[in-house]
């Protein structure tokens, strides 16, 4: 099979999706790199290409979200849906969506500029504040109460919008779900608001792998990661990425490799049913009409 990895950047020296692109070509199949920021995309070439998916791993704002749209505008599938990782890329967005369909998602705010956060009770402080369009635990800050807001300095404020998320007590520590499908991972991690925790895999329990699957299913997406805490209340999701690193899960690489294989396969099944379907409603129009005209001349 031939597949276009969209890669920016940040991520052309990272092990993730470098090894899954490299497991693939071990296994037989051709790989193509497409590097934004590095050269032009011929939107004509699309169709001609004959990719049998693109897959994309960008950062959040990147380029590389409007050439995977465009593929799947012109009909190539693509790994995720282009519509699931705008869902999630967009934090306020994720929150609006998981509350609506009822995942236990904490309270959420969204604010054009920090200065807007003094419009938010002091009922629902501590805070967790973070921008909108952020990844990798980068710009998150925890407010215990109004009186923070005095010495809060946050960076790239001009570029972001911000997610303001009442804090919930927890173990202390985030869990970090990896999917792909409906296999689930589990990887104790540390987290920014609190002290170092020893990062490994912990058992997938039911809970655990039924909110991970929960949010692929709202979301629609097939390869992706779920941030969760342990509360008293339950678990909690807080954060929601596509195709994530898959740090400390064993053989992750082949595991997403498998996966994006099954879901090229899955959708060239489906384009082959809907040819067959259209061939055959071709075919039944055309024996109505034939068989109209035999009648009409059988009438003459």
């Known amino acids: ?3 276009c990895f969209i890669i920016e950047r940040q991520y052309r020296r990272e092990p993730m999706p470098m090894v899954v692109a490299d497991q693939l070509t071990q296994w037989g199949h051709q ?13 004509s070439d699309l169709v001609t290409r004959k990719y049998d998916a693109y897959v994309l791993k960008t950062v959040s704002d990147g380029p590389g979200l409007s050439i995977l749209e465009a593929a799947e505008a012109v009909g190539i599938p693509t790994i995720n849906n282009s519509r699931a990782i705008r869902l999630v890329r967009d934090k306020a967005v994720a929150a609006a969506v998981a509350r609506a369909r009822g995942l236990p998602f904490p309270q959420s705010y969204f604010v054009t500029h920090p200065r807007l956060l003094r419009q938010i009770s002091a009922e629902d402080y501590p805070l967790i504040v973070k921008p909108t369009n952020g990844s990798s ?22 570029d972001s919008f911000f997610l303001a998320q009442h804090y919930v007590e927890n ?72 195709f994530p690193s898959f740090g400390l899960v064993p053989g992750a690489s082949s595991r997403v490799a498998e996966y994006i294989l099954h879901a090229a396969k899955r959708a060239e099944m489906q384009r082959e049913a809907r040819f067959q379907r259209a061939r055959r409603r071709q075919a039944l129009l055309v024996e109505r009409d034939s068989q109209k005209a035999i009648q009409e001349y059988e009438r003459l």
């Not at 790989?31 to 939107?43: K, W, Y």
């Not at 635990?137 to 001009?158: C, F, H, N, T, W």
């Not at 589990?186 to 929960?214: N, Q």
């Open 1 to 3: 099979m031939l597949f």
């Open 31 to 43: 790989v193509d790199l497409l590097e934004p920021q590095a050269m032009v995309t011929s939107l």
């Open 137 to 158: 635990q980068r710009g998150i800050y925890r407010l215990e109460s109004p009186a923070d807001l005095e010495k809060l300095e946050m960076a790239d404020v001009k």
């Open 171 to 242: 173990t202390g520590f985030d869990i970090k779900l990896y999917v792909t499908g409906k296999e689930v991972r589990a990887v104790a991690k540390k987290s920014v608001l609190h002290a170092a925790v020893e990062e490994k895999l912990i058992p997938v329990t039911a809970a655990l792998r039924k909110i991970a699957l929960d949010v692929g299913k709202v979301f629609g997406l097939d390869i992706y990661g779920v941030d969760v805490l342990e509360t008293a209340q339950g678990l909690i999701v807080v954060d929601i990425n596509d």
